[in-house]
């Protein structure tokens, strides 16, 4: 189930008890990028951030999915000057950075999502509570973008 908050500025798909969560949490983001008029985007520039958001979005939904015995919730809110993914779940220890593995890194899969997030976005950080805890990273709002609602 998909809402949208005031202004459409904010989105969010609940993900408990349902499967295929990253495609659909991908395929959600696309819908608000799509209305946001990221996509099918303003130059080279809205393309790639777009792109950019679709793998953060796909980063930490599978964190969470991995490490945080599932996601419950994704939260697409933007402002003038960001758009800021948050991702819940139930594990409250925070997200870890998985250390260097030697010059075969590369060729071992996994492990590089928190890698992936640090390169991408502007800022990254999680908050933990009793009940779980929430990922959140922001990219910049691109420019020549306008914010939902704006004339």
Not at 101 to 121: F, K, W, Y
């Amino acid at each position: 189930m998909d809402q949208r908050g005031p202004s459409d500025r904010t989105w969010s798909l609940r993900l408990s008890g349902t499967t295929d969560v990253v495609s659909r949490s991908r395929d959600f983001t696309r819908r608000a990028l799509i209305a946001w008029h990221w996509l099918p985007g303003v130059g080279d520039n809205g393309r790639e951030a777009a792109e950019d958001v679709l793998l953060l979005v796909s980063e930490v939904v599978a964190n969470a999915c991995l490490h945080g015995g599932g996601p419950r919730a994704l939260v697409l809110d933007c402002s003038a000057e960001r758009l800021r993914i948050e991702v819940t779940d139930g594990n409250p220890a925070p997200p870890v950075r998985v250390p260097a593995r030697g010059p075969n890194a590369r060729e071992q899969p996994g492990g590089h999502g928190l890698l992936i997030v640090e390169r991408l976005a502007r800022r990254w950080g999680s908050e933990s509570g009793s009940d779980g805890k929430r990922v959140w990273c922001e990219v910049a709002w691109p420019p020549g973008i306008r914010l939902p609602g704006q004339a």
